[in-house]
């Protein structure tokens, strides 16, 4: 990354990339509207303060956007006229606009007693209810809404995670193995805006994501992070100066 930040370059990154999502998927979509979404959006983002995201699931959560971190885009891995300028670094398939940071701590890795650097997440203070209804990371199919992922978020941290579906059960494993490990909270790592129209649930992410009328939020740790989609959300943006902008009604730009 950093390399690729230094030089004028541009590197679509594709794990687990199909045939498939070539032809019939996500990366036939109209690249050029979905840009234009995706630039108003962040737009509409700067001097965010917080957001709150409601869903006819039953997801009704707030959450305070520190200033350290950003929003981003990955709709344009090639920006205009880039000889010259920074590299940039984006998925293919494209398709959201999100908000994430991490950065390097030193921690005791419990299991072997040493010492370890590792990638941890800035905490976005999430207060309230996520509602995943859609799919989730570490899933291979979609969640039946009768039994959709409920977690609870208090300061930013995950406080209790609720799902009658035992097939989601290692996605809860996952989250608990971590915290054990480094003894560190799993906090609101992201939150995410799917833009694109061709995306479906496919049970990898890197197309998942991308699911027009939906949003993920990412419950994260020390490796593990875990994108949580939400079908049909209402977001609302409270900026610095205390006014507020409806952003996305219903899944859609509003």
């Given at each position: ?24 998927g ?189 949003c993920h ?38």
């Amino acid at each position: 990354h950093q390399t690729i930040e230094q030089v004028p370059i541009s590197w679509a990154h594709s794990p687990g990339i199909t045939l498939d999502m070539a032809i019939n998927g996500p990366l036939q979509c109209n690249y050029e509207k979905m840009a234009e979404e995706a630039d108003k959006l962040l737009q509409q983002l700067q001097n965010t303060k917080k957001l709150h995201i409601t869903a006819p699931g039953g997801t009704d959560i707030e959450v305070e956007v520190p200033k350290q971190v950003k929003f981003d885009t990955d709709c344009v891995i090639v920006p205009p006229n880039v000889y010259g300028k920074p590299g940039k670094f984006g998925n293919l398939p494209v398709g959201e606009v999100w908000s994430q940071k991490g950065e390097i701590i030193q921690v005791v890795n419990k299991e072997t007693g040493k010492e370890e650097s590792q990638n941890y997440p800035v905490k976005q203070v999430a207060n309230g209810t996520l509602v995943c209804d859609v799919t989730a990371g570490g899933y291979s199919g979609k969640i039946n809404p009768e039994k959709p992922i409920t977690v609870q978020f208090k300061d930013g941290v995950l406080t209790d995670f609720k799902c009658e579906d035992r097939a989601l059960d290692s996605i809860k494993e996952d989250i608990a193995t971590s915290q054990k490990r480094y003894g560190l909270p799993t906090v609101l790592e992201e939150v995410g805006i799917g833009l694109n129209e061709k995306a479906r649930i496919t049970g990898n992410m890197l197309e998942d994501e991308k699911i027009r009328g939906t949003c993920h939020l990412a419950p994260g740790n020390i490796r593990c992070h875990v994108d949580m989609l939400v079908d049909k959300p209402t977001i609302t943006v409270c900026y610095i100066d205390e006014t507020t902008k409806e952003i996305i009604r219903n899944g859609d730009p509003a």
